[in-house]
């Protein structure tokens, strides 16, 4: 009923102050009722999402709140429109108090003012903060069930790609041991041993898959006893992993995680720099091999050169030496030619003379070194025959001397 007169209380003094702002919009403007009435908009936004948060909070403490109520003793306190002795900001009891927030109204405020329940500033803050809390928290469960949600999935997707990889592999196998093994070309089918062979296989092979299934379930399980017992053990001595641990240890993970994920952008671009200096390397080994060959054929040309140079270097001594030789003979030419004296006319018209007549008997001599050529000719020709004749007259002599010595012979035998 309380809640009631407040309500009704604050229509009449909304209708009394409306009639004053009726009377007061005929002297505005359209341009500025238009911007009073967006003001008002706005406030009215901001008080739906004040209340929005306020009934939320109310209703969360209201079990609480009416507990409270039930157990006191003093009705006059429940029945304070002003100050309740719940506090908002809490949802602690607060002692009634002549110097604090709790006081008395007079008769005249309580019949002519305002009985609605307005929050401070602080109890704002205070819902506000805790509203924040609260959707953290949410935020936080909520980002936690993603995650396990996501690693779910994920392992969903990987037993998935697992099982098609099998699916695939199968397919090749039955393919390959049934379909193209077992095939018959006479009648264009497959043999039935084959194919009753591959699934007895495939059984056996599924069998002993089961065995070693069981026998690591077992050892797991065994395992999952034994780290129970340590589990209470820890518990016995205390050092067991609380949530708060957890948490760290998360947020720790994270940080180590953000790390990782910033040593390995590093590792990258060391990689990148590592692969850009790699082919500078190669590069300047290329340029290095073509100068090493560069300066081989350099130093080729080097020794030829100085082998160029120094024969070059010895003719130029023999040189030197011929020039010198030259030099000297061309300065004895060239003493001579100073010393030389022209000869008179006469001395050269007798020497012409006596050079025709040289040559004159030169060519007598010659005439008679041909006669005396000829007749050498002549007699070496019958000298010749003559020896000719010599050893046909000796043989026939001896010829004649053989057969008279043959008959004197023949004879004295007789």
Known sequence: MASIDRFDTHSVS???????HNQGLEDLTDEQIQNQIDEILRVNQMLTIENQIFDKYYKKIEPFFLATIAGTSSSSLTTTPSGS????????????????????????????????MRLTADQKCDIASKEIDELREESRKANEESEKNLDSYKAILEEADLRINEIKIEMHEFERDVLKAGFNPLNKKIVAEKLLKYFDDRMKERDTLIDKLKLKNESMRKRRQKLKAELKEKEEMGEVLHEVDFRQLKIENKQYMAKIDEKNTEMIKLKKMVGLVTQTLNFRKKQLNQYLKEYDSILNDIKSREKLLNNIETETKTVRTEHSKEETKNRKLRGQLENYKVPEVSDYVNAEDYLYNLQKELKV??????????????????????????????????????????????????
Not at 14 to 20: A, F, V
Not at 87 to 105: F, V, W
Not at 385 to 408: L, P, V, Y
């Open 365 to 414: 001599w010659e005439r008679k070194v041909e006669i005396a050529e000829m007749a050498l000719k002549i007699n070496k020709q019958s000298w010749i025959q003559i020896k000719s004749d010599a050893s046909e007259a000796i043989g026939f002599g001896q010829k004649q001397f053989n057969n008279n010595s043959n008959n004197q012979l023949s004879n004295s035998a007789f």
């Open 14 to 20: 909304q209708e009394s102050t409306s009639d004053h």
């Open 85 to 116: 002795m719940y506090d908002l900001s809490g949802g602690q009891q607060q002692q009634p108090s002549t110097g604090g927030r709790y006081r008395k109204r007079s008769k005249s405020r309580s019949t002519q003012g305002d009985f609605r």
